[in-house]
């Protein structure tokens, strides 16, 4: 149905930015509210920090690391149908957690299956923005992002509500309503045209020798399709920012899973408490935007790695003033700058990708990317959660992400200020051949023979 089509940069197209902004703020923003229920779910199974972290690692983890498992799903039933199956499995797994007996449920439901729904939903609605605008679409991604700021807002503020009326296992009901709205933003989302032709002639493959041989031929063109191992192995920027990446994040996450913790520890009210990270989220609405639309500015292309590894030592220091007090002032102070630096990695942490690998192999170096760092996202809670079980004191957990923050910042900035000198050196000497080639052949004259060492 040709006549069905959506057009790039219509007027539909703010309508699906609309959608999205929803999809971002119901996937990405929840992650952070689970810190108001760490106490809760601790006292209700009688766990210890390290394993109770583990539901919110889970979580983040599959979150990302379902990457390459959405493109596949993207690709063969199209973004609509990806973020409507997104959907009905966040609301599955928040549905079935709320009958959990035990921690190993909770991870299971909870953890896999809503964090693989939030992944579908979220990467294919970003995905469809790519199709839907062209000419503006560094504006609709800065835009899109401020759904996740809405739901970092919105969520804390929702989730210390409910727990107080419902309980935490009333409250995973009203979740699993609530993400159900992914449906209602995928159903928006149309087909639109592309200006992609279809391909009129298909050769099939020979037929394998073995059926075993040609599903483990079939497995290892899939992981090369999604999964850039090639580039990891030529590329020495594109390694040194994932090392770099994958250390910090296993610092990052940390403030946003033991902040209401940490306050309430601290005899901090437990509203106020919740409302520290909706400071954050309603900060991230203005400066999110802001900052993406700084780091599209061309005045900052050949900067923007060094911005970010800045963004990074930012959020590190930030997290040293919240360790050296506990007092609620002081905490929203860290909150705002808190929030300047989160703002900066977010806006900055795609584009430094982009400006490291070429765009025609982008889609296989992010599904690597979001792969390695979702190993770092399960790493991350459980091994502050050991620290806590080991000291009792939630500073040290600042001081935890502190370090990762602050040494991945000082090893990108220095990695990447190496490859430029030295990339800047070969330049130089091909400059200085070339020079000489040119004056040798000129000295000679045209009629003569280049010399054979030139």
């Not at 149309?190 to 279809?198: Q, W």
Request: proline share 5%; net charge neutral; hydrophobic share 50%.
């Amino acid at each position: 149905m040709p006549q069905a089509l959506e057009r790039a940069d219509g007027s539909w197209a703010w309508v699906v930015l609309l959608a999205t902004m929803v999809t971002q703020g119901l996937t990405l923003g929840f992650p952070t509210c689970i810190g108001i229920f760490f106490t809760e779910l601790q006292w209700e199974f009688q766990a210890s920090n390290s394993e109770t972290s583990w539901f919110p690692s889970i979580l983040t983890a599959v979150l990302h690391m379902a990457g390459p498992l959405c493109s596949i799903l993207v690709g063969r039933f199209g973004c609509r149908v990806t973020v409507m199956l997104g959907g009905v499995l966040a609301s599955l797994g928040m549905v079935a957690s709320s009958f959990s007996h035990n921690l190993s449920q909770l991870y299971f439901t909870a953890g896999f299956i809503t964090g693989l729904g939030m992944c579908f939903s979220f990467q294919s609605s970003i995905t469809v923005l790519g199709f839907y605008f062209v000419r503006r679409r560094v504006l609709a991604n800065a835009l899109a992002s401020m759904g996740v700021s809405l739901g970092i807002t919105l969520w804390p503020l929702l989730s210390r509500y409910l727990l107080e009326n419902l309980g935490w296992r009333g409250t995973f009901l009203v979740f699993g309503g609530i993400f159900l709205h992914c449906c209602i933003c995928g159903a928006i989302i149309r087909p639109v045209a592309t200006s992609v032709a279809p391909e009129t002639k298909e050769c099939p493959p020979p037929p394998p020798e073995t059926p075993a041989l040609g599903c483990l031929a079939a497995c290892g063109r899939t992981i090369q399709r999604h999964l850039a191992f090639d580039i990891l192995r030529h590329n020495t920027g594109y390694c040194v920012y994932i090392l770099g990446v994958m250390w910090s994040v296993l610092g990052f996450p940390l403030p946003q899973v033991f902040l209401v913790p940490y306050a309430m520890w601290h005899s901090v009210d437990e509203q106020q408490a919740a409302l520290l990270i909706s400071i954050i989220g309603f900060s991230n609405i203005f400066l999110r935007p802001l900052a993406g639309l700084m780091a599209g500015r061309p005045a900052f292309a050949s900067h923007r790695k060094y911005l970010f590894s800045l963004a990074l030592l930012l959020n590190g220091l930030t997290n040293l003033v919240c360790a050296a007090s506990g007092d609620f002032w002081v905490l929203v102070g860290y909150c705002l700058a808190y929030s300047v630096s989160m703002s900066g990695i977010g806006a900055l942490i795609f584009q430094v990708l982009m400006d490291i690998v070429p765009m025609d192999q982008f889609p296989r170096a992010l599904g690597l990317f979001t792969v390695l760092d979702g190993l770092a996202f399960l790493i991350s809670p459980p091994l502050a959660g050991l620290l806590l079980d080991a000291t009792n004191n939630f500073s040290y957990v600042f001081y935890m992400s502190s370090f990762f923050l602050i040494s991945a910042a000082l090893f990108m900035g220095g990695s990447f200020y190496a490859l430029q000198k030295k990339e800047q050196g070969k330049q130089a000497v091909a400059a200085d051949a070339l020079e000489r080639d040119l004056f040798l052949e000129a000295k000679d004259g045209p009629g003569k023979q280049r010399s054979p060492e030139i």
